[in-house]
């Protein structure tokens, strides 16, 4: 499980521009950096993926569109979660 902590925008502004995620494993406080076609087979394949909104914790998920991207999941309904993080 990971919590994603900024990410990295290419081309635009909306989820399908993320091009890299910056993140922090909770349990071991190890950070990396990942490339967004990573981070969707990382996911796909199991892998947990959360943004801190708050007092919230929102779901990473897949959006299933050609290529693939992230984007949070609440309450049964896509999220802009990912969008609020800091860039860099």
Do not use: K
């Not at 494993?25 to 990573?38: K, N």
Request: glycine residues 12%; aromatic residues 10%; negative net charge.
């Amino acid at each position: 499980m990971v919590f994603v902590t900024a990410r990295h925008m290419v081309g635009g502004t909306y989820h399908e521009h993320i091009a890299s995620v910056r993140w922090q494993d909770p349990g071991t406080a190890q950070t990396g950096e990942t490339q967004r076609a990573d981070m969707v087979t990382w996911i796909r394949g199991g892998g947990q993926a959360f943004v801190q909104s708050g007092s919230l914790t929102v779901a990473v998920g897949v959006v299933d569109a050609n290529p693939p991207y992230i984007r949070t999941f609440a309450d049964g309904v896509w999220t802009d979660n990912l969008l609020a993080l800091p860039t860099y």
